[in-house]
């Protein structure tokens, strides 16, 4: 499980707009892990093998989930670090006593996370630190058009930006 996808001080490519680079926003799936066995980096610093741990899939609502990443650095201490946040809505409607239940669990335990973006890219995220459930909230609305949904909020610490997979390598154990 070593990453040998080292980072060089040196620049090494440049990008130029090429016309057809445009893509859409949002998270389309996030699948949720509390453990993994296994991984392997390639050269590319793609993550081409995840085994073992059990994934489950929460589809998503459009335009409803986000994640986001940062480089948080510091001068003066010569750190660098990455810190992300994934947002994930749950509808309760009809089935808040399992949507109840997987909150509780998850508040109480790290996972890995792996996002499916609308451009087909899958991203994970905790992979070395897991990531944590910092706020959630599950609501029945006030307005008779307001959501009956939970809320969840994940954060992770990370010493690389979050890795792309390749798709197929990684989800022999999804559920």
Not at 68 to 96: A, C, D, H, R
Not at 134 to 156: N, R
Request: hydrophobic share 25%; proline share 2%; charged share 15%.
């Amino acid at each position: 499980m070593a990453n040998n996808c080292s980072t060089s001080c040196a620049l090494t490519a440049g990008w130029m707009y090429a016309g057809c680079s445009k893509g859409t926003g949002g998270i389309s799936k996030v699948y949720i892990s509390t453990g993994y066995t296994a991984y392997d980096i390639g050269s590319d610093c793609t993550l081409t093998g995840l085994t073992g741990g059990t994934w489950f899939t929460f589809d998503q609502i459009q335009e409803t989930s986000s994640q986001t990443e940062k480089s948080v650095s510091s001068i003066g201490n010569q750190s660098l670090y990455f810190e992300g946040e994934i947002e994930i809505i749950l509808p309760t409607k009809n089935n808040w006593t399992t949507i109840r239940n997987q909150f509780n669990t998850l508040a109480r335990s790290g996972c890995v996370i792996i996002t499916l973006n609308n451009n087909g890219d899958y991203k994970i995220h905790g992979l070395t630190n897991k990531c944590e459930l910092s706020e959630g909230s599950i609501s029945d609305g006030k307005l008779m058009g307001d959501s009956q949904s939970c809320v969840m909020k994940f954060q992770y610490k990370e010493p690389n930006p979050s890795y792309k997979l390749t798709s197929g390598s990684v989800f022999s154990s999804t559920y």
